[in-house]
């Protein structure tokens, strides 16, 4: 008796739900024997290959669905990501493409589209994509992706976002509407709670349709000459991070026009959509409105200022994270990538213990066999092996424009901050990552 065809996908999609990719597979196969002309089997048979690491494979099957379904946006979609992992970054970057146009409202192209162009070196096509990411967030346009943060809040946001409308009032010709706006959230706040809590229609109402979107933005373009510092200590600090340090600091990283124009950047655009990641703090990444000329134009002078240690690695995220209270401080974590490097433009006269306040690095990094699950799954075994390797670590003052160059894998942390109060004090820091993570191994 031949199989139902219907009970076999099924019995497919519930195992490839499950993760159960060999019985998936199998099941998939099966329904293929029945019904040869079934595309949506291929692709999926293609999902299970890039699953298993058999990129090239999966490439095949799904462009034999392309071939038969010429507009079937998935095929398209993970085409582009298998060949990504493959590493033929032109191929992918036309794959995304034919995906967008398809489904130009697709965040997913967008955003893939931003990241590749920017491994190309071409920052105007990043920026194009990153601000079509932005709107599908946030603008007209949104699709609902941000609608959590769109629709929650807490008391620090709110009155973070208070804060930032009466600094602007005082430096932008729209006085009074950034008073009001000021008045309304603080108003909002005073009944709030400090955890995230969904806004109630009348909240919604009273703070307007703009919540926590692109009320104004501050430009950002690119500066002629140099936005990055010449570094008389270049070998030395090349020599330093090779010799098996992975973590070094140097200071007066951004020249003065650079960090003058990134701060005013900082201050005045509401770009401080994330407020849930940690407590404390809001943040902005590359595709929620941290992507400016300047930023990538740092980035790109940073490649070239230290090729021997970041020139091979493009550029594969950026935040800014802003500390709301005096004493914020984000825990022990490393990062996805190569190598990073960190950064501050609060004033320092706002670091109220200047021998503190910036970041520890242990330069020890943890072995390589150590799958990390989540902070909270390793906690025991992070604390564990930062208490063995205290003697290695490199503790790094707070300053403005100081910088922090190290390996992503190395664990850190924010060491004791002590800020002023007030909007212009908060602790600003700007992380650059470069690389993936299995390019540091290799």
Known sequence: MQPDFNALVAEAVAHHTAGRLREAEASYLAALEISRSHISITHNLALIAAARGD?????????????????????????????????????????????????????????????????????????????????????????????????TSTRSKLLHDAAQFRHLSRSRRDTHRFERMATTYESVASDFPLAVRKLTDNEMMRLGEDYNTAIHLDSAPEISGRAVGPRTDHDHLVGQFLRGSGAVYFDDLLTPDALARLKRFMLESTIWHDFSHIGGFVASYLEDGLACPLILQIADELRRAFPELIGEHPLTQAWAFKGLTPNASVDVHLDDGAVSLNFWVTPAEANLNPDRGGLVVCRVPPPSDWVMQSYDADVERIVSFLAENAHDNLIVPYRENRAVLFRSRLFHHSDAPHFAEGYENHRINVTLLFGSRGAAAA
């Open 55 to 151: 990129h090239l494979l999966a490439v095949r099957r799904l462009e034999s669905v392309i071939a038969a379904e010429p507009s079937y946006f998935s095929a398209h979609y993970n085409r582009a990501a298998a060949l990504v992992a493959l590493g033929r970054r032109s191929d992918a970057i036309r794959g995304f493409q034919s995906a967008s146009d398809i489904e130009p409202a697709d965040y997913g192209s967008h955003r893939a589209l931003a990241f590749l162009w920017l491994a190309e070196g071409e920052r105007g096509r990043a920026l194009d994509h990153f601000g079509r990411t932005y709107d599908l967030r946030r603008g007209e346009d949104r699709i609902g992706i941000a609608n959590q943060s769109l629709t």
